[in-house]
């Protein structure tokens, strides 16, 4: 998978390692449909949620979110 200068901007800025974000590509626990008919990749970090933005198998962008209830979509995989 590519990645957007963008997002690996992100991953510095934002300390989360490029390591849990393939982690999270490669074993989602859940894939949701974003905007613009991007896919988001789910990981459920203690209380917390791994968003991972991917349009056409390139990483837009990554972050670490504590609104789980927002972006949860139960576990179901598209």
Not at 8 to 30: C, F, G, T, W, Y
Not at 31 to 59: C, F, S
């Amino acid at each position: 998978m590519n990645w957007t200068d963008h997002a690996i901007k992100m991953l510095k800025e934002r300390q989360i390692s490029k390591r849990l974000v393939e982690s999270a590509l490669n074993n989602p626990d859940e894939i949701v449909e974003g905007k613009h008919g991007r896919m988001v990749y789910h990981k459920l970090l203690d209380h917390k949620l791994l968003r991972v933005i991917v349009e056409n198998n390139i990483v837009i962008t990554v972050y670490l979110t504590d609104k789980v209830e927002k972006y949860w979509k139960g576990g179901k995989n598209l």
